[in-house]
C-alpha cells in the first residue's frame, strides 16, 4: 500500500477527542485506523479512550494492531487513558508528549478533530519545514472537513507567507486509500 518505504513501522494518528455531530466521523475513523493496520503499521496516536482518539484505538486494536499511545498525566483522567493498548506511556507535559508521538513515528495523518488535532499536525508541519525530520505528512480531508483550512494554506501562498514548495509538505486526500499513497510521491517527499 505504502509504496517506497518498506521501512516503514508506525503511522501516528492526530485525531479528535470528541466524536462530532456525524456519526461517518466515527466510521471513517475506524476504517482509517483499520486501513492502516492491514498496511502492517502500527499507530501510535494520543492515548485516550474517548472521541475519535478512542474509536482508532479500539478499530486498530481490534484488526490485531499494536497501538502506542502518549498522554500527559494532567489529561490521563479528562481523556480517559485507554488502558488496553499495546503500549501507554505516561508524560508530564505535552511538549514531551509531541516529542515522543514524533520519535516513535514514520508519518503523520490528520483526521478530523479540534484545536488540540491542529496543533499536532502545525507543529508536525512546521518541524518539517524546518527540517527537523522528513517524514510524509498526510490530511484526511473526510468530507471537505478541512476544506477551509487548505484555502488558508493557498492564501498563504498567494500573499508570499510560504512558498509553494512548503505547501507541498503534505499531502491532502479526501479518503485514507487516495491518502496513503499521496504522502509518498515524489512532490511530498523530501
Not at 154 to 182: C, K, N
Amino acid at each position: 500500500m505504502l509504496q517506497g518505504r518498506g521501512t516503514m513501522k508506525a503511522i501516528c494518528v492526530f485525531c479528535g477527542s470528541h466524536l462530532g455531530n456525524d456519526p461517518a466521523y466515527a466510521t471513517m475513523a475506524r476504517h482509517a485506523a483499520e486501513t492502516i493496520v492491514r498496511g502492517g503499521y502500527a499507530i501510535v496516536y494520543g492515548g485516550g479512550s474517548i472521541g475519535l482518539m478512542g474509536v482508532v484505538a479500539d478499530a486498530a486494536l481490534q484488526a490485531g494492531g499494536d497501538v502506542i499511545g502518549v498522554i500527559p498525566q494532567a489529561l490521563a483522567r479528562t481523556e480517559v487513558a485507554h488502558e488496553g493498548l499495546t503500549e501507554l506511556h505516561l508524560v508530564n507535559t505535552m511538549h514531551e508528549r509531541k516529542a515522543l508521538m514524533e520519535d516513535r513515528s514514520d508519518a503523520f495523518v490528520a483526521l478530523p478533530g479540534g484545536f488540540g488535532t491542529m496543533d499536532e499536525f502545525c507543529e508536525i508541519l512546521s518541524w518539517r519545514q524546518l527540517r527537523i525530520h522528513d517524514k510524509p505528512i498526510g490530511l484526511l480531508n473526510y468530507g471537505g472537513y478541512y476544506d477551509s483550512l487548505l484555502r488558508l494554506f493557498d492564501s498563504m501562498v498567494t500573499a508570499g507567507f510560504i512558498g509553494p514548495h512548503t505547501r507541498r509538505l503534505f499531502a491532502d486526500e479526501d479518503t485514507i486509500e487516495q491518502l496513503l499513497p499521496a504522502m509518498f510521491e515524489p512532490k511530498n517527499l523530501p
